[in-house]
């Protein structure tokens, strides 16, 4: 893309758009700005030439430093609720775009900034991150998603505790918490995520993915009957497409996939 954005960076290579939050004097907090930007960068990537995008901070010290405090702080009962409404919206556009999302967390990620976190479909954590929900010990609470994805995420208790107390977690407690999937190096972070993506995410084709980040989210929306026909509503989508099909041939004719199953002419053509 080569739009720019006040408080962004957005840099593409090759299948991946990279996003670097872009407010250093302000903790690259969340505001009404920043909102609108990203959600911008989200509706006019193209998903037919990205396939994923990374979300990090620029600098070293800031992941995302919550919500922007200054601007809550000015705020009507009413008023707050709006702009929490419109981070909600927000990310939860981003966990349903049609790319595979990865927040690199390179330092401090709490608040606004950790539910940001828990939207996305990975998390890689340097191990220089500092991660939480600390809002009660400003007098607040999680209100951009936190009190009910971090449950679904770790469990009630632990996202209990978590919150209760406000604490912070470094790169690899969060890791034993179950808040990131991988701890790497400050130096290495955005090279291990990238690499990560290409050799353990996109050899699955991406349709295959994205119906199945679907077909994830959907077992927190109501019942298990529910989920199980999300599922199999994805599932037959998947045969939309001749990459299952065109495989299974191959195996067969190359002797990986035995069979004593007669199959018709017109199947592996």
């Given at each position: 893309?080569?739009?720019?954005?006040?408080?962004?960076?957005?840099?593409t290579?090759?299948?991946?758009?990279?996003?670097?939050?872009?407010?250093?004097?302000?903790?690259?907090?969340?505001?009404?700005?920043?909102?609108?930007?990203?959600?911008?960068?989200?509706?006019?990537?193209?998903?037919?030439?990205?396939?994923a995008?990374?979300?990090?901070?620029?600098?070293?010290?800031?992941?995302?430093?919550?919500?922007?405090?200054?601007?809550?702080?000015?705020?009507?009962?009413?008023?707050?609720?709006?702009?929490?409404?419109?981070?909600?919206?927000?990310?939860?556009?981003?966990?349903?775009?049609?790319?595979i999302?990865?927040?690199?967390?390179?330092?401090?990620?709490?608040?606004g900034?950790?539910?940001?976190?828990?939207?996305?479909?990975?998390?890689?954590?340097?191990?220089?991150?500092?991660?939480?929900?600390?809002?009660?010990?400003?007098?607040?609470i999680?209100?951009?998603g936190?009190?009910?994805?971090?449950?679904?995420?770790?469990?009630?208790?632990?996202?209990?505790?978590?919150?209760?107390?406000?604490?912070?977690?470094?790169?690899?407690?969060?890791?034993?918490?179950?808040?990131?999937?991988?701890?790497?190096?400050?130096?290495t972070?955005?090279?291990?995520?990238?690499?990560?993506?290409?050799?353990?995410?996109?050899p699955?084709?991406?349709y295959?993915?994205?119906?199945?980040?679907?077909?994830?989210?959907?077992?927190?929306?109501?019942?298990?009957?529910?989920?199980?026909?999300?599922?199999?509503?994805?599932?037959?989508?998947?045969?939309?497409?001749?990459?299952?099909?065109?495989?299974?041939?191959?195996?067969?004719?190359?002797?990986?996939?035995?069979?004593?199953?007669?199959?018709?002419?017109?199947?592996?053509?």
């Amino acid at each position: 893309m080569d739009k720019k954005y006040n408080n962004l960076l957005v840099e593409t290579k090759g299948e991946i758009c990279f996003v670097f939050f872009n407010r250093p004097g302000d903790r690259n907090s969340i505001d009404y700005l920043i909102m609108n930007e990203i959600e911008d960068v989200i509706d006019n990537l193209d998903a037919s030439k990205i396939r994923a995008v990374i979300f990090t901070g620029n600098g070293n010290e800031y992941f995302i430093g919550g919500a922007d405090g200054i601007v809550m702080m000015q705020c009507t009962p009413e008023e707050v609720g709006v702009f929490t409404a419109k981070m909600q919206n927000l990310y939860n556009k981003i966990e349903k775009s049609p790319f595979i999302t990865v927040a690199a967390i390179n330092g401090l990620c709490f608040g606004g900034g950790y539910e940001l976190a828990l939207v996305c479909d990975l998390r890689i954590a340097s191990t220089k991150a500092r991660i939480g929900l600390p809002e009660v010990k400003v007098g607040i609470i999680p209100g951009a998603g936190g009190t009910q994805r971090l449950p679904r995420l770790i469990g009630i208790g632990k996202a209990m505790e978590m919150i209760l107390t406000g604490r912070l977690y470094k790169g690899e407690d969060a890791l034993q918490q179950g808040l990131v999937h991988l701890v790497v190096s400050p130096e290495t972070l955005l090279a291990d995520a990238e690499k990560y993506l290409r050799e353990k995410v996109f050899p699955q084709p991406q349709y295959a993915l994205i119906l199945a980040k679907n077909a994830v989210y959907a077992s927190r929306e109501g019942s298990l009957d529910l989920g199980l026909a999300a599922e199999n509503n994805e599932f037959k989508k998947c045969l939309e497409h001749d990459y299952f099909a065109k495989l299974m041939c191959q195996q067969i004719k190359d002797g990986s996939l035995k069979t004593t199953a007669k199959l018709p002419d017109w199947v592996c053509k």
